[in-house]
């Protein structure tokens, strides 16, 4: 049989068309256009992508069914040749920053699936293997060259939400750095003073004492501070000490305490509210 080369359509009834019928060609870019009231969003939206749309999802999960919305059944006597469809919109309801057309239409698990199962992998001596049955018999190629047997990448690791995403950014495509030039609120007042300002935060009124035992001098200014105290202040090892950890009404007791560098114990608090 030879494929076809237009969608057909026969006597659409949707709003103000009424007994069109029409071929619409595939495997092209199609504009559609006319007058204002002519039809054109009723023929694009209402019966071509609703249709389409509606046989796209058709073909995935009951899970992912419920969670997206479902166009009727356009009034047409038929449509023949009509691929699966989905639309792309200006602003989409996306229901979380790990969303994204193809997690969403599931377009993505059919990639991840091709990528896995149909592209060529490199064996561990770095030659480039071809795929065939074996991938899907247990997940493995056999190097034609060097004969070393190993498994193949699985679809989970061309995937942003879990094997495969980016080890820095996990996969959200943003970075969460420290400006170390803000972490110092007043370089003319002392630690002690309150000169970093992650360390006046709920919960890190010990640091200060943390950095004393380990030598930073927390009564002079710290833009007077030698350069390797600055350093342990700002990006020190996050390490346990002992440290003479005074209250507010001046008590103090030696405590087991872990000490975390200005900049970091910023970012666990950023993350731990975000």
Partial sequence: ?????????????????SGLSLKVPLNQFVGICGVSGSGKSSLAMDVLYAEGSRRYLASLSA??????????????????????????????????RRSTVGTISEALNV?????????????????????????????????PICNTTFLVKSAEDFSFNSNGKCQ????????VDIDKAKVVEDPS?????GAIASWKLPGTFFLPFAAQALGVDIDIPFESL???????????????????VESRSKKSAVLDVTYTNASQTLLEIYKKNN
Avoid: W
Avoid at 1 to 17: D, E, F, R, Y
Avoid at 65 to 88: C, F, H, T, W
Avoid at 115 to 136: D, Y
């Fill in 111 to 143: 990639l991840r699936l091709t990528f896995s199962r149909l592209g060529t992998h490199i064996c561990p001596n770095g030659h480039a293997v071809s795929p065939n049955i074996s991938i899907l018999q247990d997940g493995q190629l056999t190097c």
């Fill in 1 to 17: 049989m030879s494929q076809p080369k237009s969608i057909i359509l026969k006597n659409i009834q949707v709003n103000n068309i």
């Fill in 226 to 244: 030698p350069a390797d105290q600055k350093e342990l202040v700002l990006s020190g090892e996050k390490q346990q000490v002992k440290a003479k």
């Fill in 63 to 96: 899970f992912s069914r419920v969670r997206m919305k479902q166009s009727g059944i356009p009034n047409v006597e038929s449509i023949d040749y009509l691929p699966s469809a989905i639309a792309l919109r200006q602003r989409p309801e996306i229901p979380n």
């Fill in 168 to 175: 820095q950014c996990g996969g959200v495509g943003e970075l």
């Fill in 189 to 193: 007042l002392s630690i002690r003073e």
